[in-house]
């Protein structure tokens, strides 16, 4: 599983005093951590006002960076924002993230063409959230033929097929794993991905939820997910499932995580 670290966000509101006061230590010690928990990306999102956005996020990315190699994924519902942050990181990482919606593909399928970043993309364009799993499947057939036209393979595109709450859904997850599996059939170097918290908003004890959704979503060809990797338990049922899928050759990822005090 390609974990992308949820915790350096400004609307969570730890995190938004930090920035404000421009805690530094902090943002360091919860970078470090999260890298050293197992994260393939550290996710940096400001949540400041779009004016001071991009100053803001390459004060964040300048202070991960002197503490962890690890990628960062740029995050920013501004896709000017996303494209401005790229010279502020050492090496490619991923972006988070685009749609059909617009421009916004062009915009980064255009800045990161020929180079080893990533994207996350979002299965919506401009008529919205698509209400069924065959709308779905056509946006992502649209993203497709527009990555190609950019020469950007499908193993650098994250696909987020749109976690809604489950309080609110009429099917439970069906919608959501029948597009992965789909998308997975054609495409099996693709990466799926999506909020592994978003399912369980409105909802009481909402862990048991996400951990039931990961698990279900694995099984459905989910290999990337934005969560908190500090969650020891959520990690655990991780390694468990990719162990249980076959994904851990012998469960030596499950037995060295154990040992390294990762669950």
């Known amino acids: 599983m390609i974990i992308i670290g949820e915790k350096l966000n400004g609307s969570i509101p730890s995190l938004g005093k930090a920035i404000a006061e421009r805690d530094s230590a902090l943002i360091q010690d919860l970078a470090k951590k999260q890298a050293e928990a197992g994260a393939a990306f550290i996710d940096v999102c400001a949540s400041v006002p779009e004016a001071q956005e991009l100053e803001t996020l390459k004060w964040m990315i300048n202070l991960v960076q002197e503490v962890t190699d690890t990628p ?138 996400n951990r039931a959704f990961i698990v279900l979503a694995m099984s459905a060809g989910m290999d990337s997910a934005i969560l908190d990797p500090l969650n020891k338990d959520m990690m655990g049922l991780i390694y468990a499932t990719e162990a249980l899928l076959a994904q851990d050759e012998m469960c030596i990822g499950y037995i060295n995580a154990f040992r390294a005090g990762l669950f």
């Open 72 to 209: 960062i994924a740029i995050d920013s519902p501004s896709t000017r924002i996303c494209v401005g942050a790229i010279p502020f990181c050492k090496r490619p990482g991923l972006i988070n993230s685009i749609s059909m919606e617009g421009n916004k593909a062009d915009m980064v399928f255009s800045a990161i063409a020929g180079t080893a970043w990533e994207c996350v993309a979002l299965l919506s364009d401009d008529t919205g959230i698509p209400k069924s799993s065959e709308k779905r499947l056509e946006v992502f057939d649209a993203l497709i033929k527009k990555a190609g036209t950019y020469k950007i393979p499908p193993e650098s595109l994250h696909v987020d097929p749109l976690i809604e709450m489950l309080c609110t859904s009429e099917d439970g997850i069906t919608k959501i794993t029948t597009t992965m599996k789909k998308i997975k059939e054609r495409y099996p170097t693709i990466h799926l991905t999506g909020g592994a918290s978003n399912i369980s908003f409105n909802l009481p004890a909402r862990k048991y939820i």
